[in-house]
């Protein structure tokens, strides 16, 4: 499965992006689609996976009720809703593939298909 993570883009505080995720060679079918992020400096963060075909859906808990999961299953694209953007939200945004189990759903490891990722930068 290749990825293509896009979306990301300088934006204001308080400000909304839309990250996609688009898979290539396979579909998403019987994988779980996982977003990170990672801040120069730091180690990669768990932000939300869905599963792609039961459609259960995990947030990290600190970023709940801002950013939000979804897919779109005939065009085989997950996204990331980011709303309310802080500055400390600036990171490296990776979505992943892989078929973790769900005490390893956010453990970046359990992915083993990756996008290159796409910058989100947020101003104050």
């Known amino acids: 499965v290749q990825l293509q993570a896009s979306g990301g883009g300088l934006v204001q505080a308080g400000g909304s992006l839309r990250l996609s995720c688009a898979a290539s060679?396979?579909?998403?079918?019987?994988?779980?689609v996982g977003w990170f992020r990672q801040a120069p400096g730091k180690e990669r963060e768990f932000v939300a996976a869905i599963r792609w075909s039961g459609g259960n859906i995990y947030h990290a808990d600190s970023m709940k009720g801002r950013f939000t999961i979804s897919r779109d299953y005939a065009k085989n694209t997950a996204f990331l809703q980011l709303n309310s953007l802080k500055p400390e939200d600036t990171a490296v945004y990776y979505c992943?593939?892989?078929?973790?189990?769900?005490?390893?759903?956010?453990?970046?490891?359990?992915?083993?298909?990756w996008g290159q990722g796409t910058q989100v930068t947020v101003s104050s």
């Open positions: 060679g396979r579909t998403f079918s019987g994988y779980t």
């Open positions: 992943g593939a892989g078929r973790p189990i769900m005490s390893t759903v956010r453990a970046h490891d359990s992915y083993y298909y």
